[in-house]
């Protein structure tokens, strides 16, 4: 029926069909005030990228007044709550700005773009991972890292254990299943909200987002960051990571 209201019929002024023309960066930061001031000079020569907002999770380190001298939004957690409730605060900065930025504006919302804070100058390379989220050809885009300069490392069952369980879970094989770094419209990254917990964040997003029916993309992108060790810190940092995917794919069994 002509001019019938009724949400099946209604065109959704917000909804699919529509593309995003912009994207807002969210950087999660603990204790990277070392290498984040480089990133952020790097993020500000991605030409899409027309909001940084940085998330600090409690760190004892100069984040936050680096953050804020590059001219990022920022907001902090006292303690320190894990990446996941970083990128979720991200986004729901990105929403509040939206908001307040007025009624007028009918423009789709801003893609997300999650960004490590470690990456230093190679995060002016992230504008090729926007494409096709901005050309309406994926609804999130996951970027693959070249080998990294240093030698280090040592995820590889970490790594082995989020691919397969991807695969399980939602049949597809990933190149690099951990990589941090993803272009997401709001409409996939909202609709798979609440994130998977700590670590397990990014095997939760790509496990849903495919369940979704979302279109998922790699993108190689030239991305260099800091290498993990194998120092205590390191097999720590390892162990959370284990902890976290191993959590996040059990939860997703039975889904
Ligand atoms: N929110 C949050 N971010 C963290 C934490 N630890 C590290 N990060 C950030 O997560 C990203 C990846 O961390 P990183 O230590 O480089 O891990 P790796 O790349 O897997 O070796 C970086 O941007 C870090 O600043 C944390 O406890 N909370
Ligand atoms: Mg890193």
Redesign the pocket.
Known sequence: MPGATDSAGAPDPQGPGRLPERVAAV????D?GARLGATLEALSRVESVDLVVV?D?GSTDETLSVARRHGAETVRHET????A??MTSGAEVVRRLEAAEGQHRTDVPRALLFV???LEDSAANLGVLCVPVLAGDADMAIATLPPQRTAGGGFGFVVQMARDGIAQLAGRTMVQP?S?MRCITREAFEAVLPLARGWGVEVGLTVDVLRNKGRVVEVPVELH????GRGLRAQL?RMR?YRDVARALKVRERG
Do not use: I
């Open positions: 950087v999660p930061a603990k990277e998330v999770d320190n709550m894990g990446k409730q970083a490590d804070a470690d951990l941090g960051h800091r290498v993990t940092h990571q």
